[in-house]
């Protein structure tokens, strides 16, 4: 698995973008969003269950992410047809604001080393990458196992401190 200090895989992959069939499907790269912070965060399936609770939780915080100038980008190993169905049969998918990308090939996945051998979907991954490519934080969970979008959001406020954090640091806290 690719590590903190890595440069992030380039990739060219298609996502879906909408819920009109004729603009749903956007081409995205890894140099889309110059500039921004990434949060890459994967799934392992659509139409699962624990799935949508992240990737409307991450939806919700959305905003928050802009504000740090920062891109989501949600990917899975479904095509984008997939993608476009399940955004359109789940109401909390409906209206999402960010690309959820497909790695129907699992070459980006498999760049990333977050394959699980038994299913060949990808994991519960999430990778922060800084506006220059590089790796800077990586979270791996079991298939079952949510992660919490807003620990995300604060890991991603401790980096762009450029200071030292302590533990259980919250923006507002002193820093080192």
Not at 79 to 100: G, I, T
Not at 119 to 141: K, L
Not at 154 to 163: F, N, P, S, V
């Amino acid at each position: 698995m690719l590590c903190v200090g890595s440069k992030f895989p380039e990739f060219k992959l298609d996502a879906v973008v909408s819920n009109d069939l004729n603009s749903a499907f956007k081409e995205v790269t890894s140099e889309c969003c110059g500039g921004k912070w990434k949060v890459y965060f994967f799934w392992p399936l659509d139409f699962t269950f624990v799935c949508p609770t992240e990737i409307a939780e991450f939806g919700r915080l959305n905003s928050e992410f802009e504000g740090r100038n920062t891109q989501l980008l949600g990917v899975s190993v479904d095509s984008k047809f997939v993608h476009l169905a399940w955004r359109n049969d789940h109401p909390d998918l409906k209206n999402l604001p960010f690309p959820m990308v497909s790695d129907f090939k699992r070459e980006l996945s498999q760049a990333l080393g977050i394959i699980d051998c038994g299913s060949g979907a990808s994991y519960r991954a999430t990778f922060i990458v800084d506006p220059e490519g590089i790796i800077r934080h990586v979270s791996v969970n079991d298939l079952g196992v949510g992660r919490n979008p807003k620990e995300v959001l604060r890991i991603l406020d401790a980096l762009q401190t450029g200071e030292l954090t302590p533990c259980n640091w919250n923006p507002g806290d002193p820093t080192l």
